[in-house]
């Protein structure tokens, strides 16, 4: 069996509030409790694990490929909720998207500063 990465924990303050928002917007299955984590599935059967951080939470980035139309209605989603977003990991390029590797992309943040993105195309085409 090749290697797959199967889940990843994300630290957050409110796991609710952010495993919630994040399923909304990619528009995936509501969050599932395991333990002290609010488990949002992905497609590919990869989750991602939010539990929630009393310390301080280290911001991370997070990456989701999406085909064309997942992009239109996620971009929708975001503009709904009046997110800011970027064209760039940097956020130097406000409400832009990017067209790398002939998709599309953007990046937005988390309410902990994690910096999320979406593309129709993985880097390198």
């Known amino acids: 069996m090749p290697v797959q990465l199967n889940h990843t924990i994300v630290h957050v303050r409110d796991r609710e509030r ?4 994040l399923a909304e917007l990619l528009g995936v299955a509501d969050p599932v ?5 609010l488990v949002v599935e992905l497609a590919n059967g990869c989750s991602l694990d939010f539990v929630r951080e009393d310390g301080t ?10 085909s064309e139309a997942e992009f239109d209605e996620i ?8 997110l800011p977003y970027w064209a760039d990991p940097y956020h130097r390029q406000p409400g832009r998207i990017n067209t790398n590797d002939g998709g599309r992309g953007l990046y ?18």
């Open 18 to 21: 952010s495993a919630r928002l």
């Open 33 to 37: 409790p395991y333990g002290p984590f």
């Open 57 to 66: 939470v280290h911001p991370q980035h997070y990456a989701f490929l999406v």
């Open 75 to 82: 971009f929708a989603r975001i503009q709904a909720h009046s």
């Open 108 to 125: 937005w943040e988390d309410a902990d500063g994690h910096n999320l993105e979406i593309i129709t195309v993985p880097y390198g085409g």
